[in-house]
Every structure is written in structure tokens, then in C-alpha cells.
């Protein structure tokens, strides 16, 4: 069971290049998540995706565009990386069936913008 | 909104040792509580949830939390401390108001000294 894929593992961008972070999961969730992680912040919410064909602005959503391809599909694009960029980068899924769903994690995308 | 604080970004502990994280999370009304566990360069896993069924919360590899109202706390203790628990546990509460978003604290780097 595959759980939440994200590709890909590593990254090396230079400021200025785009790029697209994909994710899927296999769990048939209505809800995706991207977080980013900066040492002594936490996981700070970009975007998320509710259901299919929805997609919500969360805490740092600046220099960032999703899109939810399917209900399996969730993808974040940076059209103009920034050294602020490199961070750790999580996809999340969660079928919120009631408040007290949680949400699983894919195993992160290590991003670095020089 | 929600939120969640976690005291002490970093806690030692000696092996054999009590370990205990602290969570407190903001006033709204309900809360619904997480701790996550993520060990070094691998994604989230869920060590336990709050559901309102029961107040202290028992969750994977021996750990437990408490929930207390009066406190707005919901701390996570494991009374031995193993070497394997070193790792970063983040306490997480879901905001719903429409849509269920997780809101992460800053996260606690837990090591365990032999």
C-alpha cells in the first residue's frame, strides 16, 4: 500500500527556475494537502485541495500555484524560485470523514534554491 | 483560528528516563487534538488523536497523552524513554470550519541520551 508518493525525492534548483512537485495518493481521500518545513517553524500550510476541483489559499501561499488534477493527483508549482523557496516540501491527504481524521503524510520533497 | 504551542523546542532525556512533550492549543471550542512523530528524513506518522471518548489517549510505541480542558493542554508522556524515540514530534489540531485544515506547532526534537 503506497500511501501519499511524492516526486521528487531531491531537488537543486537555481532562483528563477520553475519547477512542479507532484503527489498522489491511493486512498481514495478527497482532501490534499502541501506543507512546507523551516527548522523552528513547524509545517506551515501553502494549499490545500478540500475535494476534487477545489483548491484554498492556506498560510503561505505567495510564490506558489496547485493544481488538483483528479482526485488522485495533487500538484504544487514555484514558476520563479527564490532562495526563501528551499525548504522541505510534504503532501498530505486525509478523507475527513469527521474533525478527528487525520491526515497522512508522503515521505517529502527536499528542495534547494542556490 | 486554532492553534497549538509546543514548550521547548528541544528536550533531553536520559534512556529509561519519563519522557514528557508539551502541547497547549488555543481556547476554540472543540479541539481536535494530534501528535505526529517524524524520524530523521521521513514524512509524518500519527502516534495518537484525541476523539472525546476518553481523556487520556493511548497511541503507538508506548506513548500517551493526556487531554485537559481547564489547562488547554494535551501533553504527551511515555513513562521509559528507548533510543528508537529520538525524533521530532509535532502536536497538530484540525481546524474545521467548513473544510479541515491541520494546524502544526513548531515541533519538539526529543533526544534520548544513553
Known amino acids: 500500500n503506497a500511501g501519499v508518493t511524492q516526486t521528487p525525492k531531491f531537488q537543486v534548483l537555481k532562483t528563477g527556475q520553475s519547477m512542479t512537485l507532484q503527489c498522489a495518493q491511493d486512498m481514495n481521500h478527497n482532501s490534499m494537502y502541501w506543507y512546507r518545513q523551516d527548522p523552528g517553524m513547524g509545517l506551515r500550510l501553502i494549499y490545500y485541495?478540500?475535494?476534487?476541483?477545489?483548491?484554498d489559499k492556506g498560510e503561505v501561499p505567495n510564490g506558489y500555484n496547485v493544481s488538483r488534477l483528479n482526485k488522485r493527483e495533487f500538484s504544487l508549482r514555484l514558476e520563479s524560485a527564490a532562495p526563501s523557496q528551499t525548504s522541505v516540501y510534504f503532501c498530505?491527504?486525509?478523507?475527513?470523514?469527521?474533525?478527528?481524521?487525520?491526515?497522512?503524510f508522503g515521505q517529502g520533497t527536499r528542495l534547494t534554491v542556490v | 483560528a486554532q492553534s497549538v504551542t509546543q514548550l521547548g523546542s528541544h528536550v533531553s532525556v536520559s534512556e529509561g528516563a519519563l519522557v514528557l512533550l508539551r502541547c497547549n492549543y488555543s481556547?476554540?471550542?472543540?479541539?481536535?487534538l494530534f501528535w505526529y512523530v517524524q524520524y530523521p528524513n521521513q514524512g509524518l506518522q500519527l502516534l495518537l488523536k484525541?476523539?472525546?471518548?476518553?481523556?487520556l489517549v493511548k497511541g503507538i510505541n508506548g506513548f500517551e497523552a493526556e487531554f485537559k480542558k481547564s489547562e488547554t493542554s494535551f501533553h504527551l508522556t511515555k513513562p521509559s524513554a528507548h533510543m528508537s524515540d529520538a525524533a521530532e514530534y509535532f502536536c497538530a489540531v484540525s481546524e474545521s470550519a467548513g473544510t479541515y485544515k491541520y494546524i502544526f506547532g513548531t515541533g519538539t526534537r526529543l533526544k534520548v541520551l544513553a
Open positions: 481556547s476554540s471550542v472543540p479541539p481536535y
Open positions: 485541495s478540500a475535494s476534487e476541483g477545489t483548491t
Open positions: 498530505a491527504s486525509s478523507e475527513v470523514l469527521n474533525p478527528y481524521t487525520e491526515a497522512f
Open positions: 484525541y476523539t472525546s471518548a476518553a481523556t
